[in-house]
């Protein structure tokens, strides 16, 4: 167990970064930040590299469309547009069809605030995942995306890990079970970890390195 701590500390020192923290999302329990995620994950659910969606979110926020009010009022082709600055040209046409609709989703169902969304769900993972997939662009691999990043403000929701996350757990040897993970670090950081899990995940050489860190 020891090990596997130390291990753990040395995957957070490394890559201990969530994707909303790279997107410019300071997160939190309010209903901008949340919705901010839930554009973040619509993006990183498509089959493209997680830099260029992390990319894209930081241009449609710096288009100022943080709230789902501002997404719907802007046009279609500033949408495509913004999509293209931040390179994510293969999919920008139906993605900002997508995110047009899940806005007006956000607002109709939910007033806006995916805390409500969260109440409804009782802050089960199961009803958690079935709500989110209402939203265009939302598959099971997006609703993941998503409550893996806001259990960080979603104790309830903790420990969650994704079969990527885990995937990346055992590469590093780690306990491959969100509750064995979640022994390894404070509440608190068990989002920053299911991020850096799956980092390793998607580069295997990360894992020697968090390996060699971990036994100096």
């Known amino acids: 167990m020891a090990d596997d ?7 957070l020192e490394q890559q201990g970064r969530t994707y909303a923290q790279e997107a410019g999302i300071r997160l939190a329990d309010r209903p901008g930040p949340l919705y901010q995620l839930l554009v973040l994950a619509t ?8 830099g260029v969606a992390v990319a894209a979110a930081r241009e449609l926020f710096a288009c ?7 997404m719907e009022a802007a046009s279609w082709q500033a949408r ?7 390179h994510y040209r293969r999919y920008d046409e139906r993605t900002a069809t997508m995110l047009g609709t899940g806005a007006r989703l956000c607002l109709d169902r939910w007033h806006g605030d995916l805390r409500r ?5 009782g802050g089960s993972p ?7 997939t209402e939203f265009p662009g ?9 409550l893996r990043e806001a259990q960080s403000v979603w104790p309830d929701v ?17 306990p491959a079970d969100p509750r064995g993970l979640g022994g390894l670090v404070d509440g608190a950081d068990f989002g920053r970890l299911a991020s850096a899990l799956v980092r390793v995940a998607l580069d295997e050489d990360s894992a020697r390195e968090v390996k060699r860190a971990a036994a100096r």
Do not use: K, M, N
């Open 5 to 11: 701590r130390r291990t753990a500390q040395a995957l």
């Open 64 to 70: 100022g469309y943080r709230t789902p009010q501002a």
């Open 158 to 174: 903790r420990p969650y890990a994704d079969r990527r996350a885990l995937a990346g757990a055992g590469l590093l040897g780690l």
């Open 80 to 86: 495509v547009d913004a999509l293209g600055r931040g």
């Open 138 to 146: 939302i598959g099971p691999t997006g609703a993941d995306i998503f």
């Open 43 to 50: 993006l990183l659910s498509t089959r493209i590299r997680a």
């Open 126 to 132: 199961a009803a958690l995942r079935r709500l989110l």
């Open 117 to 121: 969304l969260h109440r409804e769900a």
